[in-house]
């Protein structure tokens, strides 16, 4: 079982819903992940949070919208989203930011496909 | 520009023997770390092997080894002994430099392993 747990596994949605994608783990790890996979691509980062803070938006929609209400959690509020959105989207935690060294290793969870009519 | 490079796009392997998944990378920071994860068709990332811009050894996990030639730029995937579990996709991905937060991939390996 991944330490990382993403609800909904699967979600369909209208260009004019609101829905949200939930994010948990309970490793105590600090930095907070969002990705986007298109179907036959690599992940793109969307949104890092360490501390509960933002920490970096890669120019991501505001149709996007990040939460990370503690440290557990990490939500993505969606909102009027165009049927180009519909991909896999990926949550991941580290230990904390990348410093250089070590591994800080990236846990994913299973994901989140998202489909947009 | 690209910064992580993996040419092969497919890769069929029989099963007990070993596969070399090739990533070259692009860098110009001396601190950076390489990595190489697993996506089976369930969606999931799977974490299997890291080496470190300073690391004096190549990076081994059971299974895995990385070949890590560090003049040429590439950390190429070894998998010894290929079990059927092991058809996936491979994604190489590079964290550079001390603050930046965004580990790159590349395009990925689709593997397959043959019975």
């Known amino acids: 079982d991944t330490e990382v747990t993403q609800t909904p596994k699967h979600l369909v949605m209208g260009m004019t819903n609101k829905k949200s994608l939930k994010c948990e783990q309970h490793?105590?790890?600090?930095?907070m992940y969002w990705y986007k996979q298109k179907a036959k691509k690599p992940p793109e980062l969307m949104f890092v949070y360490s501390y509960e803070k933002l920490s970096i938006n890669e120019s991501v929609p505001s149709r996007f919208s990040p939460e990370c209400p503690n440290s557990s959690l990490l939500n993505l509020h969606l909102h009027a989203l165009q049927p180009e959105d519909s991909a896999l989207y990926l949550c991941a935690s580290s230990q904390h930011l990348w410093r250089g060294t070590g591994a800080n290793v990236l846990t994913f969870g299973a994901g989140s496909r998202l489909t947009v009519l | 520009a690209q910064k992580i490079t993996q040419t092969q796009p497919g890769m069929f392997v029989q099963e007990k023997e070993a596969v070399t998944l090739d990533c070259t990378y692009d860098t110009s920071d001396p601190s950076y770390g390489l990595f190489w994860y697993k996506q089976p068709s369930s969606g999931e990332m799977i974490f299997l092997i890291y080496?470190?811009?300073?690391?004096?050894q190549n990076a081994t996990e059971g299974r895995y080894s990385l070949n890590f030639q560090k003049a040429r730029k590439s950390a190429n995937l070894v998998i010894s002994a290929s079990q059927l579990g092991d058809s996936a996709m491979y994604f190489c991905a590079m964290r550079e430099g001390d603050n930046n937060n965004d580990m790159r991939f590349g395009a990925g390996t689709r593997l397959t392993v043959k019975p």
């Open positions: 080496q470190g811009s300073y690391d004096q």
């Open positions: 490793m105590g790890h600090r930095a």
